[in-house]
């Protein structure tokens, strides 16, 4: 039951930053993404420019910065690598990993370019 509840919670957090994503503009181009490599929670597109969201959630904004980790980012560097061989300018295609952060009050912080080396 608890998984099924964290399974929900994740889903409506990363419509949430869908929406989110929609009011500045962002096209959704794939949810739940899966390469190879891993999971990409959410890949958007504005123009030519891609972005690639990873969406945490936790009882607080803080609580899910805390869930992001090395072994992730490395994980989603990876697909959205795979990803954008698929793309015409390959992986010269504008592009960046963003982090989405949800709290349980729904109240989202976006990490823009979190994953920049």
Same mark, same amino acid.
């Given at each position: 039951?608890?998984?099924?509840? *964290?399974?929900?919670? $994740? %889903?409506?957090?990363?419509?949430?930053?869908?929406?989110?994503?929609?009011q500045k503009g962002y096209a959704l181009e794939?949810?739940?993404? *899966? @390469?190879?490599? @891993?999971?990409?929670?959410?890949?958007?597109?504005? @123009?030519?420019?891609?972005?690639?969201?990873?969406?945490?959630?936790?009882?607080?904004?803080?609580?899910?910065?805390?869930?992001?980790?090395l072994r992730q980012m490395r994980r989603i560097?990876?697909?959205?690598?795979?990803?954008?061989? $698929?793309?015409?300018?390959? $992986?010269?295609?504008?592009?960046?990993?963003?982090?989405?952060?949800?709290?349980? %009050? @729904?109240?989202?912080?976006?990490?823009?370019?979190?994953?920049?080396?």
């Open positions: 039951m608890i998984a099924l509840s *964290r399974h929900l919670a $994740g %889903q409506s957090a990363e419509s949430a930053v869908a929406r989110h994503y929609a794939r949810s739940r993404w *899966r @390469g190879l490599s @891993g999971e990409i929670d959410i890949i958007l597109r504005r @123009g030519a420019d891609i972005v690639f969201v990873e969406v945490k959630s936790a009882r607080t904004l803080a609580e899910a910065a805390e869930r992001l980790t560097w990876s697909a959205a690598s795979e990803f954008l061989e $698929g793309e015409p300018a390959r $992986g010269l295609t504008p592009a960046r990993i963003d982090a989405a952060l949800v709290d349980r %009050q @729904g109240r989202i912080e976006i990490l823009e370019n979190a994953y920049a080396a």
